[in-house]
Structures are given as structure tokens and as C-alpha cells.
């Protein structure tokens, strides 16, 4: 099992205070909002990894004498948790990573005695006498990568000279200067691409300009949209609050090791340095991964309590000003009994918007099974609406007794299924609305392969789960992993179901890898290699003059012998020209806001053997900004797609 590890000295570190901690500044709680949890120490304590992964040093441009550390972990905690893409330390002192214009001294951390290491075994097969260059941390990047270029296209640039440090969990990797450090945890998402001038300065700090005296439509709306940037954040006590579920590593500065797991957690870790440590963050979120009333068609409201026998009362779940809601540990009732606080919740369905709704379980535990973390099918639940809100759902909240919360995160997804008696309405104003499974999975500039080369194949899955309705062809439903690909000029989208709910059933889907990445390979065997037993194959109807290739899917019958059924009908694959794809002209679209692709104009055709398919045309959907008033746009583009069988 991947190991986890405090991020520095537990006996340096002193107690966190209330303005340095994550969440709305206090000097201006509605339009700043902090997401470094800043810290101090009574000496320089060291720095650990956090967790095994790869290591970026970059310099604090306005402090030559400070460093910041990013961290891309290669492993994901066992409980559930939202993909961490990276942790950021910051303030870490210069002078104990790097000595002139080399490494510092073999002994002086993990991380240092792993490069000195290196280095003495490549003088050992070249004769050579080199000391390890600073480079090897990675500070070149300063002069090869801009402010505004991807973490990810450092992470997975391959034409360097020096390849980043991978590290093991609790390494040390220098130390922090005492008078103030901090670390920052960053969440993976479709269309949030963190810049390095992210990891060049002290803090981070959201702030959202406010609107003016007399706001238009489309100032309100972009001031929601940037306040929803602090959703690809998260809470560094909640974070290792949540291991009240696992196990979390701790070191002090003398080298004495701990272990911290359940109400341990508390004591030893988030009482004695968090200044929010019985905090519980609800995160909810519609299906494109906003918050859930970010288009405006469920209203502001939810229902809440905070014990297991009180009705749920209205509440503004924005009323904190940004789009999380924030449960105090003086919220709950101290009468209630067991290891966990209960939360009840209930949701509008929008005065009609969601008549088929569904939860996900991204974190947190459900109350009737709080002792178990729900994977897979038990991370889905349906709901039923009744005067205008569902049905009651209840969570469990660790805590350390009775009148103590523990710092921790509930993220939900609410999720609409496609209702068949009642079809949704088109997209208006500023409501997306799906008219079919495949549209708006995928978006049209922010799904990035962060990878060069001539490798025939150049693919990327990303972890956000997206929730695919299927039951207009398939019968099904299914929770999805995106993921693009290139090959031979053609950019090829895909979704793997992840989880799988049909008739009545709800099963596990493919067991993919995030890693497909960077393969001399065709997409076809990538795809084989994803799940065996199966045989995929490239096929064409013919057209006359000029076939058509698509993906053909194997004849399960003959795949299965002793494995479960694949979900091969859930699976979505289309291909597009690289170059008639970029040249699509998007330039109406309201800039800073996703362009995503939909499917519309289906026809049902026969090719020259008789074989029936169905061919769309590939739109565009997002928002038009029309003399201060932002709405639904839409651009039908020339490019056709075609897809074996009839499809609605």
C-alpha cells in the first residue's frame, strides 16, 4: 500500500493562526480567498514527500533566497479523495538544496543524498569527477519554461538534459525557512491547467475583482466563474484530516517516527497546528464538475442538518459568498452519539431541471456505512423528488468524541439521468443542457496531451469522473474516465466507463490506466492492452468513393470465457482530423469560459454492403457575450462523425 507522510517536523511546527490558514481572507472574505496553508516553526524544520512521486524546484521569484517545491505524486490515497495532481511546498531556504552552482552536500536530506548518489555512479562508469549541478533539481526550467507555460509540460517533457528527482515518501528535500512556509494541494480537472509562475511565488492568494456599481449579466456570471477556480484546491488539514480513515506517517526533527490513523489524526496532528481543525467542507457539484447551481438552474438552496434525527432545514449553500459550504464543528449536535457526526441532505430539483437525480460519492462515507469506503457501485445512489427537493441522504463525519468535528471533505456529484418521459429542453441562457450521452463529455481546447516526440501514439486519461447516460441506446448509465488521443494526424476522444449501472445492476467497468500516456503503439492496442480479453479492430463501411474507418467492437460472447462482461457497449470512441479540428474558428465564444463538443444533425444511413450507421455533425456549445448579457452559443462545424448502428 502507498505510504503518506506529514509534510515537515512535528515538533517545530508551531500552531497555525486564523490568517494563515486556507479559506476566505479575513481582511476581505468576499473577493480573496487564501489557498496556501501558510505555517511557521520555532526552527527550520525539514521538508518531506508527502508522498512517492517526481520533484520540480523553481525559484520564489521575489525572494532569491527561498525555494518552491512541486510534487506530482504517483500515487493516490487509498480512501476516497479527489486526483491530487500536486502538491506545492513553499519557502523552503535555498541554501539547503543548493551549494553555488551545485547540489548541496551528500547528507544534508534523502533528496540531496539521492543525486549525489546518481552522480558518483555515473563518475564511476565515465571517469568523470562532476559534482551534481543545480540543474538536477530541475532550476534550469527557470530559463527553458515561461511564467505562463504547464506544470505538465515540465513534468512530461522527455528532451531535457537533466530528468527530474523522483522521491520517496517522507524524504527529506531541504528545509523551510521557520518565519513563514506553507503547502498547497492542487486538484486534477478537464480544464484546470496550473501555470509555473504558480510555483515562482511565496503564496497564492485567489482574489476576484469585484463587479462594478451596476453589473451587467456577464460580469455577475464571469465574477461566479472565477470564484469557482478555488474548486481545483484543496484543504491541507482536510486533506490529512481524511486520514482518520488510513494511515499518515509523521517525523520529528530528532528522526522519531510516528503513525497516525483515526481520532490520532486530531490529537497529534490537526489540533496542535491547524487553525480550522473541526472543519468539514461539503463540496457539491453539478456534471460537468462546477458547483451545483453554477449555470443557475438549481436556485441557491439545499436542505441540511447536522444529527441524525432533526429535518433538514433550507440553507444557502453559497451564503459563505464562494461556492463551498462550510460546516463548523459548532453546527453539529453534541447529543449524538458513535464516532461520527451525521449529515442529512436534500436537493432542489430545480422546479423540474433534474426529475431523474443521482448522487456520487467523490469523498467522504456514507452514515449507513461509515466504516467502509465506498468504491465503485457504492459510490451511486438514486434519488427521487417530491415537492420540489429529493429524498433525504445522510453522511457520516469523523469526529474525536462528542463535541469535536474533524477536519475533513465531502465531495458529492449531482448527477442528471436522462428522463425519457420527459426529454430535456435545448440549452438556453446560460443552462447547458444534454440532448444526448456523448455530448458535452469532452471539451474542445482544454483536454491537452502534455507530451512531444514522434511516438506514433500520444494519448491522455484524465481522472475527473464524468457521468455518461446511455439509456436512450444502451440501456445503462456510467460513471466515465475522458481521455484524448493522437494518431497519425487524428485526434481521437474517448470515455472508458468506470462504473457501470443497467438493468437494475451496477458493476465495474474497465480497469484502465491513467498511464496509456506515451506509447509506441497504435490507439487500437492500446486499447487491447486496457482490457485483454478483448479484440478491437479497425473496419470501414464503404462508401463510395471514399470508405470510412470506425472502431468494430468484438462479439462479447466470444470474449468472455471466465471474465466478467466488458462494458464494451458504454464504451465511446470517435476520431477527427487533427488539422480540420484546430481549424474550426471558435473566436465567437466569451474567452476564459470551457467550448464543449456535442454530437447533433443525426442521420441514419446504409453503406454499399448494407451496414447501418449513424453520422453527426460536431458542434460546439458555450457562452456568447451579446452587449453585456452572456448566453448559450452554438457552432455547427462541417465535421462528420460516424458510429456503427442507429443511435438516437
Known amino acids: 500500500m502507498a505510504e503518506f507522510h506529514f509534510f515537515t517536523d512535528t515538533d517545530l511546527l508551531s500552531s497555525q493562526t486564523p490568517t494563515q490558514a486556507f479559506g476566505p481572507l479575513q481582511t476581505n472574505p468576499t473577493n480573496e480567498f487564501k489557498l496556501t496553508s501558510q505555517h511557521a516553526a520555532t526552527g527550520n524544520p525539514k521538508v518531506y514527500a508527502v508522498c512517492d512521486g517526481i520533484l520540480l524546484a523553481q525559484e520564489d521569484t521575489a525572494n532569491p533566497g527561498k525555494l518552491n517545491l512541486v510534487l506530482k505524486p504517483q500515487y493516490q490515497p487509498a480512501f476516497n479523495c479527489p486526483k491530487i495532481s500536486y502538491f506545492i511546498y513553499r519557502g523552503i531556504r535555498k541554501s539547503a538544496l543548493v551549494d553555488g552552482n551545485d547540489v548541496s552536500a551528500s547528507g544534508t536530506s534523502d533528496l540531496a543524498t539521492s543525486i549525489w548518489t546518481s552522480q558518483n ?26 511564467g505562463t507555460d504547464s506544470f505538465d509540460s515540465v513534468f512530461y517533457n522527455e528532451s531535457v538534459n537533466y530528468q527530474l528527482q523522483v522521491v520517496r515518501a517522507g524524504w527529506s528535500m531541504g528545509e523551510f525557512d521557520s518565519a513563514s512556509f506553507g503547502l498547497e494541494i492542487l486538484l486534477e480537472g478537464l480544464t484546470f491547467h496550473p501555470e509555473l509562475d504558480l510555483a515562482r511565488q511565496a503564496s497564492n492568494i485567489h482574489i476576484v475583482s469585484p463587479v462594478s456599481g451596476s453589473p ?28 482518520y480513515y488510513g494511515t499518515l506517517h509523521s517525523k520529528d526533527s530528532a528522526g522519531i ?15 496542535p497546528f491547524f487553525a480550522i481543525k473541526d472543519i468539514v467542507f461539503l463540496d457539491i457539484r453539478n456534471d460537468y464538475n462546477q458547483s451545483f447551481d453554477y449555470f443557475g438552474n438549481y436556485g441557491t438552496d439545499i436542505r441540511i442538518a447536522f444529527d441524525d434525527l432533526s429535518t433538514p432545514q433550507t440553507a444557502n449553500y453559497y451564503g459563505g459568498d464562494w461556492p463551498l459550504f462550510v460546516i463548523e464543528n459548532s453546527n453539529f449536535t453534541s447529543t449524538s452519539t458513535g464516532e461520527m457526526n451525521t449529515v442529512q441532505l436534500s436537493f432542489s430539483d430545480g ?21 467502509q469506503n465506498p468504491t465503485g457501485p457504492a459510490q451511486i445512489v438514486d434519488l427521487s423528488n417530491s415537492s420540489g427537493f429529493s429524498n433525504i441522504i445522510k453522511l457520516g463525519c469523523p469526529r474525536k468524541d462528542n463535541a469535536t468535528s474533524i477536519s475533513s471533505l465531502i465531495q458529492l456529484k449531482y448527477l442528471k439521468r436522462y428522463d425519457i418521459t420527459q426529454p430535456p429542453p435545448p440549452s438556453s441562457g446560460t443552462v447547458l443542457r444534454k440532448q444526448n450521452f456523448m455530448d458535452h463529455l469532452f471539451v474542445a481546447k482544454d483536454m491537452k496531451i502534455p507530451f512531444a516526440g514522434s511516438a506514433p501514439l500520444k494519448s491522455m486519461v484524465f481522472e475527473e469522473d464524468r457521468f455518461v447516460d446511455t439509456i436512450q441506446v444502451t440501456n445503462a448509465s456510467c460513471i466515465s474516465k475522458v481521455g484524448i488521443a493522437e494518431e497519425d494526424a487524428v485526434l481521437v476522444f474517448f470515455a472508458m466507463p468506470k462504473i457501470v449501472r443497467s438493468d437494475g445492476f451496477v458493476r465495474q467497468g474497465f480497469k484502465y490506466s491513467p498511464g496509456l500516456n506515451h506509447l509506441n503503439a497504435t490507439f487500437i492496442q492500446a486499447l487491447q492492452a486496457t482490457f485483454p ?54 473566436s465567437s465564444f466569451e474567452s476564459g469560459y470551457p467550448i464543449y463538443l456535442a454530437l447533433v444533425n443525426n442521420n441514419h444511413l446504409t453503406d454499399d454492403i448494407g451496414q447501418k450507421f449513424t453520422t453527426f455533425r460536431l458542434a ?8 453585456g448579457t452572456l448566453k448559450f452559443h452554438e457552432i455547427v462545424s462541417n465535421i462528420t462523425t460516424y458510429i456503427h448502428g442507429i443511435h438516437i
Not at 125 to 138: F, I, V
Not at 534 to 552: A, G, I, M
Not at 620 to 626: A, Q, V
Open 351 to 371: 422546479s423540474g431541471e433534474n426529475t431523474l437525480p443521482s448522487l456520487f460519492l467523490s469523498a467522504g462515507r456514507w452514515a449507513s456505512d461509515f466504516d
Open 121 to 146: 555512479a555515473r563518475n564511476a562508469l565515465t571517469g568523470a569527477t562532476d559534482n551534481p549541478p543545480k540543474e538536477a533539481l530541475g532550476l534550469d526550467r527557470m530559463g527553458t519554461h515561461a
Open 216 to 243: 451587467t449579466q456577464a460580469e455577475l456570471f464571469w465574477e461566479k466563474h472565477q470564484k469557482e477556480q478555488i474548486l481545483n484546491y484543496l484543504d491541507p488539514a482536510a486533506f490529512f484530516g481524511s486520514f
Open 257 to 271: 517516527k510516528a503513525t497516525h490513523n483515526g481520532v490520532n489524526v486530531y490529537d497529534h496532528i490537526l489540533n
Open 533 to 586: 480479453p478483448v479484440e478491437f479492430s479497425k473496419s470501414r463501411f464503404l462508401l463510395s468513393p471514399t470508405d470510412v474507418n470506425y472502431l468494430q467492437l468484438p462479439n462479447l460472447v466470444e470474449v468472455v470465457n471466465n471474465f466478467e462482461l466488458p462494458p464494451i457497449d458504454e464504451l465511446i470512441v470517435f476520431g477527427v482530423d487533427k488539422t480540420t479540428f484546430q481549424g474550426v474558428d471558435l
Open 620 to 627: 460546439f456549445h458555450g457562452f456568447r457575450n451579446t452587449s
